[in-house]
């Protein structure tokens, strides 16, 4: 048996923002982060629909980015005092992320981090609220996920919290939202959006429902990536749904190493954090290649190749022909062959070497693992990692 769960409603195309006038209740929190919602005008316009919808609205602003414990807990504790009954999160992935856990922590105040770390074990929600997200980027697609990252900053960790009571009631996809995204973080978004659609796709969790999904982003990523780069708005427009449909398929065939690797290289150094996005698109070719010494995902990945029509006779030629595609994709969008280039090299050679194995090991342990078409051992991860650094092929 297995399960496949998205939000009750989904609104997309321009204008979407509109139908917040449309839902039914008595009060709303707004969830906002640093401030692009309130500089562009669209807080302002969701909060005036909020109003025609008869509700009253107070606002929780300013959740940064990689959202802390504390934010969570200072949100929970307003929505305590202020009970509302929709929860409305606006913005990049954090404040959308935050909300999630703050809305556990307003129905569930006596719960803790340390009870919702086990996936899929959350308490029932929406007995005070339900949830509205409204996404400004167009990557991490939490607006139709069971997914939220919490950090504590305190000890050092990151919460991974995995959950379909999470997952939003309603999505309010729309893409003038997106409209407002700088160069670099469409790259970067895109390429992560890339990366969930083609770990869903050889996921050993993939099935019927995920397949179509997750194949459809990949093309539609494929054509669209670099024109929204270079600053087309109706490719920008298109990604922005891209996105959510490699969402909806991740979210319910999860993920693969290069996230569980993404996750546990992004904080490790002290020259920098590896921006999410950027470290999935740097080690996705050399994960394929190490994928596909299992037979069964290189001809996943070769249905891929095939459906973007990359060319190739044999299963190989395609998985080579994928690899190579992804490479030069990379290198249109200015993204760093290797950990090695990243940012001029702020990550230190002899550290990452140092850290090399405490790094493969809580690699291997991520939730994102389980789910890998091939379970690395820990040699294999450390090679795997020394060739993300180096930017070199993976051959074993
Ligand atoms: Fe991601």
Not at 335 to 360: H, N, R, T, W
Request: charged share 20%.
């Amino acid at each position: 048996m297995a399960r496949f769960t998205l939000p009750r409603d989904l609104y997309h195309g321009k204008g979407a923002l509109a139908e917040l006038k449309n839902l039914t209740g008595k009060k709303a929190v707004v969830v906002v982060g640093g401030g692009s919602m309130k500089r562009f005008g669209f807080l302002d316009k969701a909060v005036n629909y909020l109003k025609e919808a008869g509700m009253e609205v107070a606002l929780f602003e300013n959740v940064e980015p990689d959202p802390s414990v504390d934010t969570v807990m200072k949100g929970a504790k307003m929505m305590q005092e202020f009970g509302p009954d929709w929860i409305v999160a606006m913005g990049g992935g954090s404040p959308i992320d935050a909300a999630k856990a703050m809305w556990v922590f307003y129905e569930y105040p006596d719960t803790s981090f340390e009870d919702l770390i086990t996936p899929f074990s959350f308490p029932t929600l929406r007995t005070k609220a339900h949830f509205c997200a409204i996404p400004s980027t167009s990557g991490t697609a939490t607006e139709v996920t069971a997914f939220s990252v919490i950090t504590d900053y305190n000890k050092g960790i990151k919460y991974p919290l995995a959950d379909f009571n999470i997952t939003p009631d309603v999505a309010i996809v729309d893409p003038e939202l997106a409209e407002t995204m700088p160069a670099k973080l469409t790259a970067h978004t895109g390429m992560d959006a890339l990366t969930h659609a083609i770990e869903a796709y050889v996921s050993t969790m993939h099935c019927d429902y995920t397949d179509p999904l997750a194949l459809h982003a990949i093309k539609m990523i494929h054509n669209d990536l670099k024109k929204s780069y270079d600053g087309d708005m109706d490719a920008r427009d298109r990604m922005h749904n891209a996105q959510c449909l490699a969402g909806m398929a991740f979210s319910n065939a999860l993920l693969g190493i290069v996230h569980s690797m993404a996750h546990k290289t992004g904080a490790a150094y002290s020259g920098g954090h590896i921006v999410h996005g950027c470290a999935n698109a740097m080690y996705l070719p050399r994960v394929i290649q190490y994928n596909a010494k299992v037979e069964s995902a290189a001809v996943r990945y070769a249905e891929i190749a095939d459906f973007i029509q990359l060319g190739g006779n044999t299963v190989e030629e395609k998985v080579a022909a994928l690899v190579a595609e992804i490479k030069a994709m990379n290198e249109a969008l200015n993204i760093p062959k290797c950990i090695k280039d990243y940012e001029g090299g702020i990550i230190d050679e002899k550290e990452f070497m140092d850290k090399l194995s405490q790094v493969a090991t809580l690699a291997i342990g991520d939730a994102c693992t389980g789910s890998n078409p091939r379970i690395p051992s820990q040699e294999d991860m450390e090679k795997l990692l020394k060739a993300c650094y180096y930017g070199e092929d993976v051959d074993f």
